[in-house]
């Protein structure tokens, strides 16, 4: 192995990729700019939602009762009694028409049977009408609002406990853990998926592109050592790979607090250590995935075909990603660290926790780069095999 090799080999892969500019946005720009667009916009709908539910609903009620006078107090309620019959299909009608949100209608004999349930004495179950219109997003928000508070009231009357009721703070997790657990349980997942979606666009263009376009062979020729071809290969598509993970995951961090709608997520979150462990994972993890599509592109044919073969590992990724939600990273033993792609996912699951154990990280790296010398060298032995090479 020779390291002036391997340095043209990389140059040579970089350069081709810097020049393009074309190929070098897409690879490497393009999917930061579209999660932070997803995810910005994302963030503004599910603001936006929130926001609406501090709406006034205009509503009517018909035979309002005494014991729920407190429906007059609602701050998201702007309410107009009703006393008369004739009253009330108008109203009626002007929920059809979109003029009013809803309509509520209470029995003659509602207090007297609410005075009867807390007494305790048996009595037949009240009914509460509420008139809506489907057809309407506000008058359907409206009648969800109803109902919830009705549902609250109903609870009231059998009341046996009061849990938490007093005015203090009972969950005595800091903001930043709450958001730190949630971070945890949503970016390994979304990391490991746009890692590899990277790898996936670069190693076939770098390898199956060669051979469909016939510059493989000019490699072959050349008095280079196959292993150091497979290393240049790994190591310059790591790089451009690595620069595009590093611009997703910055795109990530910018968009989250649009997403949270808080000020609190952002970068110092985290410490100088956390990013160190976090770069350390990331790294070996692009060097794997490279590795993987690179031997599953040595043996296609063209850059469709290396597609092809590689696009049902991205639902296995996937899968990959979420597993650290159903196997808690508290319950995995150091030994399972080294397995490749599953110890990544526990490795950030407990960075982004603010709760990961060095060693683990350290076992977790050093089983990925294990993992990446051994593809290598199968790797170099593809690029020896001419019926691999040269079966176009």
Do not use: W
Request: with cysteine; glycine share 6%; hydrophobic share 45%.
């Amino acid at each position: 192995m020779r390291l002036k090799n391997i340095n043209a080999i990389i140059k040579k892969e970089l350069t081709r990729f810097v020049t393009d500019k074309r190929l070098l946005f897409v690879s490497v720009f393009m999917p930061g700019i579209m999660i932070f667009l997803m995810y910005s916009l994302l963030g503004a709908y599910i603001n936006g939602s929130e926001k609406k539910e501090e709406t006034s609903y205009h509503v009517a009620v018909y035979h309002l009762p005494e014991s729920l006078s407190t429906l007059k107090s609602l701050k998201n309620v702007e309410m107009e009694s009703v006393g008369e019959a004739g009253q009330l299909k108008e109203y009626q009608s002007q929920v059809r028409s979109e003029k009013l949100d809803a309509a509520v209608v209470f029995s003659d004999t509602f207090d007297s049977s609410m005075k009867a349930i807390k007494e305790g004495r048996p009595t037949k179950a009240e009914e509460i009408s509420i008139y809506y219109n489907s057809g309407n997003d506000k008058s359907k928000a409206a009648y969800a609002y109803l109902q919830s508070y009705f549902n609250s009231y109903e609870s009231s009357l059998f009341n046996a406990l009061d849990i938490n009721a007093g005015g203090g703070q009972y969950d005595l997790a800091s903001d930043e853990n709450g958001i730190a657990k949630t971070l945890s349980g949503l970016l390994p997942m979304l990391i490991m998926t746009i890692l590899f979606s990277v790898c996936m666009s670069l190693a076939p263009d770098s390898i199956a592109g060669e051979k469909e376009r016939g510059t493989i062979t000019t490699l072959l020729v050349t008095p280079v050592k196959r292993s150091d071809l497979a290393i240049g290969k790994i190591l310059s598509l790591g790089i451009l790979a690595m620069a595009s993970g590093l611009f997703s995951c910055l795109a990530i961090i910018l968009s989250m607090p649009k997403i949270f709608g808080s000020d609190q997520v952002k970068a110092s979150m985290y410490g100088g250590r956390d990013y160190f462990f976090l770069l350390l994972v990331v790294l070996s993890t692009i060097l794997v995935m490279i590795a993987i599509t690179c031997l599953i592109s040595a043996n296609a044919r063209s850059i469709r075909e290396a597609s092809t073969s590689i696009a049902p590992l991205t639902f296995a990724v996937i899968m990959i990603g979420f597993s650290g939600m159903f196997i808690p990273y508290t319950e995995t033993t150091t030994a399972m660290y080294v397995i490749p792609l599953f110890n990544s996912v526990q490795c950030l699951t407990a960075i982004f926790a603010k709760d990961f154990c060095a060693v683990n990280c350290v076992v977790a790296t050093i089983s990925n780069i294990v993992c990446v010398i051994l593809m290598t060298m199968g790797l170099a032995k593809m690029f020896n095999s001419e019926r691999v090479m040269f079966n176009r």
